[in-house]
């Protein structure tokens, strides 16, 4: 105990020494913003390797076992009383699964560290719990381990790490997350598409891959598409309709996010490196092609000029992925849904259609000075009410995706 205990004074001088005074440290006046409204913990370590190292090694050979201690660094200053044997539950993972008590815990203040001393087995891994609302700052806000900017309780901001001596292999505690998808876009040329979803970091729970969690409905009205299940694995799922898809029209796939790998860690569906109680259902369009009754494919923009002394832009429009002639609703040429924007603002245009349906003219009531910038909405639309494709993935309208922008 007298070595474990002299190695922590000498790693918490070292890095006291190489710190200045924070000017801002937390009191309970301070108001944080976003997600610094909740301590976090930065560094997760063991006394013989160091923060980053999840190996324990013993520092005692006096002493029968391995004599190591687990380091947790928080971002803020906490509250000493919450670091107590009942914020912390540790749990052998292999080869058993007995709890392990601590033989003393510790906080630092100066170095917002706390140390947590124990005896380890050797050839065994363990699984470290700091749960949900035990620690907290000195202003009493719980730790925000998914970093949410929300106290959720568990299991969402239950902070883990995975510890080892020996040979023994760490329990998985990394969330599954989505590596592809398909089809997402608007050419499907079959009737009968296999929306398929891959993942990474799995094996995943194969019972939780069905239909139930893995769903295709028809964009427009919502009208569920029957599936047939192709296949479920640990990597991947895919699907296929029973019936055959139309002509012309967009489908949305979804998959929850309630799935999970084998080890329960839930789906880590939008990439962030956390997991949420809300946490988005992975969902995408996909849109069968037209035939020769459909008229679904939408314009996007082939082209746009700066013409005559920097008075006139033309716009250019074509369908999405043919390229093929469109015709355009003249209606939708508004300020609204069209704006050129240069280093002394928005510029005032006159629209006007000329003998190309196609293709717009923009006349600028000024001319523009240095680098200008043409802004298209997606609520620009062709004749058939089909909205602008502005990243030309053959699916249309969608605010931010779908709105067209370049340098003239």
Known sequence: MKWITAGISVLLLLLLGCSQDNPFKADTEVQWEGGNEHPHIDMVGTESGGFGSSQFNDLDPDRNGIQDAVMLSFDKDINPLTIIAASFKMVETDPGTGPVQFESISYYPEARTAVLVGTFTDNTAYLLTVTAGGVQDISGNQLDPNHNALYDGSPWDDRRATFFAGSAAMCDITSPSISNYYPRTGDI???????????????????????????????????????????????????????????????????????????GNYLDTNGDGYIWPNEPDLVWDFRIIDDTTTHTEPPAVDQATLMSGNTLVRIEFDKSLSGDDVVMDAATFIAANIQVIDSNGSIPIVFETAADPGAVNCLLQRSTEGTATLHISCEVADEYGNLLDGNNDGLGGTPGEDDWSGTL
């Open 189 to 263: 040329s079959t009737l009968l598409p296999i929306p398929r979803v891959f993942f990474n970091d799995g094996p995943m729970d194969v019972s939780l891959l069905n239909l139930d969690n893995f769903t295709l409905v028809r964009t427009s009205d919502s009208a569920s598409v029957v599936l047939q299940l192709v296949n479920a694995t640990p990597n991947d799922i895919f699907a296929t309709p029973v019936s055959d898809l139309s002509y012309g029209t967009r489908y949305t796939v979804r998959l929850s996010a309630q799935v999970a790998d084998s080890s």
